[in-house]
């Protein structure tokens, strides 16, 4: 399942580590919420980073106290058609200003991509090897977004605001 | 009438070239139909009996003269040369070709309208009173709020992929013409004591399986509060709506489970941590989407005109304007009705020659203007008085000068088994008979207001819960049975109907609603008390007993 980051194919610093899996000596590992929550500490005493999947019927509130420590988090979409972690991803981003890797896991398509970097994903564990490769292309379907999220676009209203403004100081 | 500007127009071309895409790699085979179901979906398009259905959102109710002989366009390139509009003021086609659908919706892009979620699980086209901005004694255009809401629900990067489907209705009007107690979030626009605009918001109303009459959460959320509130309810019902039984996926059944006073504190605490965040809305944003509508200005315009006086005379036309016209909030001029109704035709329907003649009267009568009722009808909303004798001749000749506007044969019906897909019986044969026994607008006007509400399954697209009588159509061992309620209503006094008894076969429908309207005027204590009212009075046992006493 090809990653998708900064825009482009990348390969995965993180290694995906099965509950009850040894972890590996160094490097960066993926961790599912249980294990992590059983024992932070011992995970963030290793060298490497720690990435949690956070299940997207648990509340965020438990991941937060140590969010400034993690390298990821990943949100699961079990099927595209399941947005809770669209909300996840917002209240990570917004609401607790995590700053670090937000990855988009699970089932993750092509038409969702613009939705999940609204959002806050900048990761993507992109389904398709064809969907991955349209990346690029695919999130400039749009130029127009009428919802301020904490991506920084300019919404639609404030764009009207702002041509309002440069029209009537005759600019 | 809200003018699209470029931003408006490039998100609506852009949401084209992305569908095509989607049609492409369709038909292609590089999605699966599993993959493609939800896309299509979040773009009006369903898969029925016969072919492929197409949805267009008309929203608020709204609609030029311009855009109507876009949707005829649509109905004669793409379709069989006629469309049916729903209780959602949306329009369908029911004959489309999944091949040709990106042109239709670059047709219809081209005078900036859209099917964007009219199916699917997100927000779907906010709904208006179809009398907004005219209307006397409205608070103020509740338009202003639904474009508002419009923008933010279209393609909102949250929720698009929500539990369930999610439908918005706002009124400005202390008659509720636009069912918000039965949607899932309803808006009532007043003031508050400091002469302050804001909504009494209710929430949780839906009728299908599990019908639900919506609960207000707040009686009074400010206008610059409306969209963070908003936010905060459907990222409550996002993160805790039930994913595991589509039956029970609506926000209804949340707020149900959970009971009210709990969902509300749930997003009085999302609320609160937003409230003052990126989408409070300023006075100049509201402003400037106000600007954008377009008013007419009227001319001052006698109330009784000569043109009316002599019209009077002829006993068709009179029978017409007592049924039809509308009192306006501006003098000398009236909201007029068109019934899609006739006797014998299908609710809701009409041609695509018909949508053409329309669009020309409004041209003519309407300053370029027509709107879209929950009934199915249309309206013309700034017909001058002394237009009317006119008017009327010209909407007879096209077969639209039905005088049954809120009568027994205004019947609402939902596609049922002729076109749908879901449905387990038909709805618009039965309809279809009954506005032939009451074809008669004598006895249809000594009966009153009484509105019949069909459906053909039990997702109750025909609203048959709040029809003063209900209709619902299902399946049992192989056959289609009939189960009948009275005394629903989807006003301001919302209220679902009571079963009268065992569900009755195909044949007996009509025949049975014609006991129960005998019954009504037996039993009515004035002839200006409604059936809705009788049905209050005395409860529904004599009318079951009149139904069954001989069956």
């Known amino acids: 399942m090809p990653l998708v980051k900064g825009g482009k194919i990348t390969d995965d610093a993180f290694v995906h580590v099965a509950d009850g899996a040894e972890l590996p000596a160094g490097g960066s590992v ?86 999940m970097l609204r959002a806050g994903f900048d990761a993507f564990e992109v389904k398709k090897p064809a969907d991955a490769e349209a990346f690029a292309q695919t999130v400039r379907r749009y130029s127009v977004f009428y919802q301020p999220t904490g991506d920084g676009r300019l919404t639609a209203l404030h764009r009207r605001m702002q041509l309002r403004h440069s029209e009537s100081a005759g600019l | 009438m809200y003018t699209y500007d470029e931003i408006d127009r490039t998100l609506v071309n852009e949401r084209v070239a992305d569908f095509r895409d989607q049609v492409r790699r369709r038909l292609s085979g590089e999605l699966t139909e599993d993959e493609f179901k939800m896309l299509r979906l979040q773009n009006g398009v369903y898969l029925q009996l016969h072919a492929y259905m197409f949805r267009v959102a008309i929203p608020y109710g709204t609609l030029s003269s311009k855009q109507l002989r876009r949707l005829a366009h649509v109905a004669r390139r793409y379709d069989r040369g006629y469309g049916h509009f729903t209780t959602r003021q949306n329009i369908q086609f029911n004959w489309i070709k999944l091949a040709e659908l990106p042109d239709a919706l670059a047709d219809l ?96 109303g839906g009728l299908g399986r599990t019908p639900f009459i919506a609960k207000t959460i707040r009686p009074f959320v400010h206008g610059r509060d409306l969209l963070s509130y908003v936010e905060a309810i459907m990222r409550v019902y996002n993160q805790y709506g039930r994913r595991d039984n589509i039956y029970k996926a609506r926000i209804k059944i949340l707020v149900h489970e959970l009971g009210i006073e709990k969902f509300a504190t749930e997003v009085e605490e999302e609320w609160q941590q937003m409230r003052d965040g990126a989408l409070k809305l300023d006075e100049e944003v509201v402003e400037d989407i106000r600007s954008r509508f377009f008013y007419p200005s009227y001319e001052k315009l006698p109330h009784m005109p000569e043109e009316l006086r002599k019209a009077a005379r002829d006993p068709k036309f009179e029978a017409w304007r007592t049924n039809s016209v509308f009192p306006h909030k501006a003098q000398g001029y009236a909201i007029v009705t068109i019934s899609l109704k006739p006797v014998g035709g299908p609710p809701g329907d009409a041609t695509a020659d018909q949508m053409d003649a329309i669009a020309d009267l409004a041209d003519k009568y309407s300053f370029g203007e027509i709107r879209v009722g929950h009934e ?44 749908c897909s879901l449905a387990n019986a038909r709805s618009i044969p039965i309809a279809q008979e ?118």
């Open chain 2, 376 to 419: 199915q009808n249309l309206a013309l909303p700034h017909v001058a008085r002394r237009d009317l004798p006119d008017l009327w001749k010209a909407l007879d000749k096209l077969g639209l000068a039905t005088p049954n506007v809120n009568l027994i044969s205004d019947i609402i019906a939902c596609p049922g088994l002729d076109y």
């Open chain 2, 109 to 204: 892009a081209e005078v900036g309208i859209h099917s964007m979620q009219t199916s699917g699980n997100n927000t779907r086209n906010v709904t208006s009173d179809q009398w907004a901005g005219v209307a006397p004694g409205e608070i103020e255009d509740p338009r202003i709020w639904s474009e508002i809401l419009r923008q933010y629900t279209t393609l909102h990067p949250e929720f698009s992929f929500l539990p369930r489907k999610f439908k918005f209705a706002i009124t400005a009007s202390a008659h509720d013409r636009a069912a918000i107690k039965i949607h899932d979030i309803g808006l009532r626009l007043h003031k508050n004591e400091a002469d302050e605009t804001g909504f009494e918001v209710l929430v949780g």
């Open chain 1, 30 to 115: 993926l961790v599912s919420a249980a294990r992590f929550l059983e024992n932070p500490e011992a995970l963030f005493a290793r060298s490497g980073k720690v990435g949690v999947t956070w299940p997207n019927n648990r509340d965020v509130d438990d991941v937060v106290p140590y969010l400034d420590r993690l390298g990821a988090v990943a949100l699961v979409f079990p099927t595209f058609r399941d947005g809770r972690a669209y909300s996840q991803a917002r209240l990570l981003r917004e609401r607790y200003l995590y700053r670090g890797e937000l990855r988009a896991t699970g089932q993750v398509l092509r038409d969702q991509f613009v939705f």
């Open chain 2, 434 to 551: 009954l506005t032939r026994r009451f074809a008669n607008h004598d006895i249809a006007n000594l009966i009153g207001r009484l509105h019949i509400n069909i459906s053909g399954c039990i997702n109750a697209c025909g609203h048959h819960h709040v029809g003063h009588i209900g209709i619902l159509g299902v399946e049992k061992n192989g056959e289609e049975v009939y189960q009948i309620t009275i005394g629903g209503r989807a006003d301001e006094q919302a209220e679902l109907g009571t079963l009268i008894g065992p569900g009755v076969k195909f044949d007996e429908v009509a025949d049975v609603i014609e006991d129960i309207v005998e019954a009504y005027l037996a039993l009515r204590a004035r002839p200006d008390e409604l059936f809705i009212d009788t049905v209050k009075r005395l409860g529904v046992e004599p009318f079951r007993e009149r139904v069954y006493a001989t069956r």
